[in-house]
């Protein structure tokens, strides 16, 4: 079974540019995460779908970020305009209802964004 | 509230020692899940267990053990006989049930295990 696919896995911009991050579940998943994770932190929850529904959006700053997930398989992250502080690894991950939850989350390898 | 607290930071073993590592969560649900996962350096995070609040036995998994004290609200882990391959960030992460599956992970604690 093929795991989480996240594209490109390494990014480099400039402050104001903007950047897309690409994310393929695994197959049958419905539900879709997208993490930040700020080096020698643990991961922090940006947006949460269920098929290609935003469950939980809190800690997304909507002024600069936004994600969609349409048909609800794979999905995008992006940042525009980009500042300093979001360097950072953006890592995806999915999971499948298969008995009493909350399931384990399968993760991708991250996009590790740098911004100068 | 920090909800998952992992209070080590960073430990350094030598090669086959033991070593625990601490998870300390906080959560008014009854009904809720515990989970471990691991980071090695190649940056992808591994699920190794998960836990729910009605079971306290405590679980082995070859040199992986862990250890689900509800009085205390802590879940352990211990690493037994240790290898340089298990040198990563360990990350303890809290799911309450009725929290659409939202995970809060702690700080995590990186391991060194040395030859």
């Known amino acids: 079974e093929a795991g989480v696919a996240q594209s490109p896995r390494y990014k480099i911009i400039e402050k104001r540019q903007s950047v897309a991050f690409w994310c393929n579940p695994i197959?049958?998943?419905?539900?879709l995460y997208w993490y930040q994770q700020i080096l020698g932190q643990g991961p922090k929850l940006l947006i949460q779908?269920?098929?290609?529904?935003?469950?939980?959006d809190s800690q997304l700053p909507k002024d600069r970020f936004s994600a969609e997930r349409l048909k609800g398989v794979d999905s995008t992250l992006k940042i525009q305009p980009a500042k300093l502080e979001d360097s950072a690894v953006y890592l995806c991950?999915?999971?499948?209802?298969?008995?009493?939850?909350?399931?384990?989350?399968?993760f991708g390898p991250g996009t590790r964004l740098t911004v100068t | 509230a920090q909800k998952v607290t992992q209070a080590q930071t960073e430990i350094s073993v030598v090669e086959k020692e033991d070593v625990t590592l601490d998870c300390v969560y906080e959560?008014?649900?009854?009904?809720?899940?515990l989970f471990w996962y691991k980071q090695p350096p190649s940056g992808e995070l591994v699920f190794l267990i998960r836990?729910?609040?009605?079971?306290?036995q405590n679980e082995i998994s070859g040199r992986y053990s862990w250890n689900f004290q509800k009085s205390t609200s802590s879940f352990n882990f211990t690493i037994t006989a240790s290898q340089v391959v298990d040198s990563a960030v360990y990350f303890c992460?809290?799911?309450?049930?009725?929290?659409?599956?939202?995970?809060?992970f702690g700080s995590g604690t990186k391991l060194n295990v040395k030859p």
């Open positions: 991950a999915s999971s499948h209802p298969s008995g009493p939850g909350p399931y384990e989350q399968y």
């Open positions: 197959s049958g998943h419905a539900t």
């Open positions: 779908f269920q098929n290609n529904g935003v469950v939980d």
């Open positions: 959560t008014r649900d009854t009904t809720y899940y």
């Open positions: 836990r729910n609040s009605f079971d306290e």
């Open positions: 992460a809290l799911s309450e049930a009725s929290g659409f599956n939202k995970f809060y």
